[in-house]
């Protein structure tokens, strides 16, 4: 018997100005993945999850920060709604639009697009049902959009659109989307039209309950794997599936011996094959006997035909050799993680969100730690926290801000590192956004920059930082 997780609940209020973006140079589109404006530089979107919009609490909002060679700022920034020119729909208390956040280029013309789940969107007079809406990339950024179709099949408060993940998951060239939400899982199928949206679109069986998918090519063939988590009655640690492309069609893989929630998709010991990385952030007990106190993480190594439910996994927590700090209850070590280059090796680097870490009597402060990924695989020689008490760390750890709500590794000034962007959902209570730059010998916290809600002109925005796209 499948459990049914708890959807996103928040109760605060606010209020926002929204703010779309100014015409760029007409540069012609050079197509990296998440550059949503076409000027050559990655960009990062970041959701205000419950951020009022007009009287409609809880409506949500995404916030497009830019990329250029000197990284992000709030100066140039688009902030888009359901209330914006062009995007479906209307903000409506507790959509939730935000909720969950996936890039890539859906219709082929070099602008990546942007797909935005709702997951407390109600259809007619269902509740809760959610939604997905793709937001275009062009010359001046994201504009407009189109609704994803809708399973009529919903039941009320299914939080559908919780999870989404972009990736080639047939191999055919064209992007294609995932979308999850409790009992229900749809593949749409590139290529996509801004006026027809997917070329098909189906349900992907009876999975059980599962809001998270994570997808990446983890055998080397140029086809993604979907990863599906799912929670388990017996395994609160979660069941972890997987569909691989063949040519008979799609192959159902279960990885029996993982558990976790959070992952990433990256090649960390550069031998060509993804690896999947998990995280497991709940702590051991009666009903999950395993896992680690604090949280771990465990790294599947990928090959031809993805990651070997037999091998030994990578494990690391914070009681690991190497790693700074201590596995302690409810640290949620896992709850958040990417995987990049961050010194430009050539091998995938991971960074680790533990937004529930205590510093001193600050509780949920938060922390994020690096782990470098090497031929041997990923390692804890070198690791490195940091949290808003660290130096050059704008601000400093106080209660309940969460740093490492959300973490996202990207390289949005084009030199060839990875850039982390961290979620500090609880921020003075509204939320943030914290950016460090990648570097040759790892993160540097010079130039580090602290974007909050007033910097990026919300007017009281809630939960900025919760989600990052990947």
């Known amino acids: 018997m499948r459990k049914r997780p708890l959807l996103l609940a928040a109760t605060l209020t606010t209020g926002l100005l929204t703010a779309l973006p100014a015409a760029t140079a007409s540069a012609a589109p050079s197509g990296p993945a998440g550059d949503f404006n076409g000027d050559g530089y990655r960009d990062v979107a970041v959701s205000a999850v419950c951020t009022d919009v007009g009287s409609a609490s809880c ?8 990329g250029s060679s000197s990284g992000v700022s709030a100066t140039r920034k688009a902030v888009i709604t359901q209330n914006s020119a062009g995007v479906p729909g209307t903000a409506e208390s507790g ?51 189109k609704g994803l179709p809708q399973p009529s099949t919903i ?53 059980g309950t599962t ?13 993604a794997e979907r990863v599906y988590p799912f929670s388990v009655d017996g395994d609160s640690g979660g069941e972890i599936l997987y569909y691989r492309h063949t040519a008979t069609g799609y192959k159902l893989s279960e990885l029996v011996n993982a558990d976790g929630f959070a992952g990433s998709v990256a090649d960390i010991n550069g031998d ?54 201590s596995g302690e209850a409810d640290d949620a070590f896992g709850s958040a993680m990417s995987a990049g280059d961050i010194n430009g090796d050539g091998f995938a680097d991971v960074v680790v969100g533990a937004w529930g870490e205590d510093l001193g009597s600050a509780k949920e402060a938060g922390s994020v730690t690096v782990l470098f990924g090497s031929a041997s695989g990923l390692t ?24 490492g709500s959300a973490v996202d590794l990207t390289d949005v000034t084009k030199d060839g590192k990875a850039d982390l962007t961290i979620g500090v959902d609880g921020e003075n209570g509204t939320g943030g956004v914290w950016t460090l730059r990648g570097t040759s010998t790892g993160l540097t916290t010079s130039g580090a920059k602290g ?20």
């Not at 409506?59 to 830019?66: I, Q």
């Not at 940091?386 to 050059?392: H, I, L």
């Open 59 to 66: 409506a949500g909002a995404v916030v497009v920060l830019y």
């Open 95 to 145: 959509d939730l639009f935000g909720s969950s956040l996936a890039s890539g280029d859906l219709d082929r013309d070099g602008y990546s697009d942007l797909v935005v789940g709702s997951s407390g969107e109600s259809i007619g007079d269902r509740d809760g049902v959610g939604s997905g809406t793709v937001l275009w990339g062009s010359k001046s950024g994201l504009s407009g959009g």
């Open 155 to 207: 039941a009320e408060w299914g939080g559908f659109s919780r999870g989404i993940a972009t990736g080639d998951f047939d191999g055919d060239g064209d992007t294609d989307v995932t979308l999850t939400g409790q009992n229900h899982t749809r593949l749409y199928l590139g290529p996509f039209t801004r006026t027809g949206g997917p070329l098909s679109h189906y349900g992907v069986g009876e999975l």
């Open 211 to 223: 809001f998270e998918v994570i997808a990446g090519d983890m055998s080397g063939d140029g086809a």
């Open 272 to 325: 060509g094959y993804g690896d999947l990385v998990l995280g497991d952030s709940s702590d051991p007990n009666t009903d999950k006997p395993g896992g680690h106190k604090g949280g771990q993480i465990t790294v599947w190594y990928g090959g031809p035909n993805g990651p070997d439910p037999a091998q030994t996994p990578t494990v690391v927590h914070q009681d690991s050799t190497g790693v700074p700090g």
């Open 380 to 403: 804890t020689k070198g690791a490195k926290s940091y949290t808003q008490n660290t130096g050059g760390v704008p601000g400093d750890a106080e209660a309940w801000d969460r740093f």
């Open 451 to 470: 974007l909050t809600v007033a910097g990026i002109s919300l007017k009281a925005g809630n939960h900025l930082g919760a989600v990052i796209a990947q």
